[in-house]
Antibody
Framework: QVRLQESGPGLMKPSETLSLTCTVSGASISSYYWSWFRQPPGKGLEWIGYVHYSGSTNYNPSLNSRVTISIDMSKSQFSLKLSSVTAADTAVYYC?????????WGQGNLVTVSS | EIVLTQSPGTLSLSPGEGATLSCRASQSVSSSLLAWYQQKSGQAPRLLIYGASSRAAGIPDRFSGSGSGTDFTLTISRLEPEDFAVYYCQQYGSSPRTFGGGTKVEIK
């Protein structure tokens, strides 16, 4: 059974760097691409980017300059870093499997940016 | 970037009725690389359809997808109580991956 679990802070201050980790179980992290998404409260979904075990990445141009996604095969984890956050980055952040359509999702991690 | 526009914004229906949800793309989605998701309040999205018309594992056959080019449809043949939710389309024919704004199917 494939499971993804996000972990990270729930509250941040403006200008800080958001760091989230997704732990994968039930699937080999080297066999797929892995993605991050976000959903502001009451709004729609936004794809942030994906990573492959080879290290290749692809990011949404709307966030490209602030985003880094990395992978740690030894821990079966992949991570998201988003720099210089503002209130507009307040959202539920999800991790997911694949880079085309997304067949497994984590339960989500609400991140609130507030001074 | 491909913009996906979903309509209607809200669909008010009764259990047992059929539902037709539309997703229109700002440019052609190559090879019908379009997916549909269901999201219930407080939960992660759930993949329903990929490749415009292929049901994901475990999805009941009352859900079906169709379309090509710029116009796609998700049909729910007979609404069950658990089908009332928000539905999103998503294209993966080009980068960045983009989602539609969603259609809420609510109980009338």
């Amino acid at each position: 059974q494939v499971r993804l679990q996000e972990s990270g802070p729930g509250l941040m201050k403006p200008s800080e760097t958001l760091s989230l980790t997704c732990t994968v179980s039930g699937a080999s992290i080297s066999s797929y691409y892995w993605s991050w998404f976000r959903q502001p409260p009451g709004k729609g979904l936004e794809w942030i980017g994906y990573v492959h075990y080879s290290g290749s990445t692809n990011y949404n141009p709307s966030l490209n300059s602030r985003v880094t996604i990395s992978i740690d095969m030894s821990k079966s984890q992949f991570s998201l870093k988003l720099s210089s956050v503002t209130a507009a980055d307040t959202a539920v952040y999800y991790c997911g499997r694949r880079r085309d359509f997304f067949d497994y999702w984590g339960q989500g991690n609400l991140v609130t940016v507030s001074s | 970037e491909i913009v996906l526009t979903q309509s209607p914004g809200t669909l008010s229906l009764s259990p047992g009725e059929g539902a037709t949800l539309s997703c229109r793309a700002s440019q052609s989605v190559s090879s019908s690389l379009l997916a549909w998701y269901q999201q219930k309040s407080g939960q992660a999205p759930r993949l329903l359809i990929y490749g415009a018309s292929s049901r994901a594992a475990g999805i009941p056959d009352r859900f079906s997808g169709s379309g090509s080019g710029t116009d796609f449809t998700l049909t729910i043949s007979r609404l069950e109580p658990e089908d009332f939710a928000v539905y999103y389309c998503q294209q993966y024919g080009s980068s960045p991956r983009t989602f539609g704004g969603g259609t809420k199917v609510e109980i009338k």
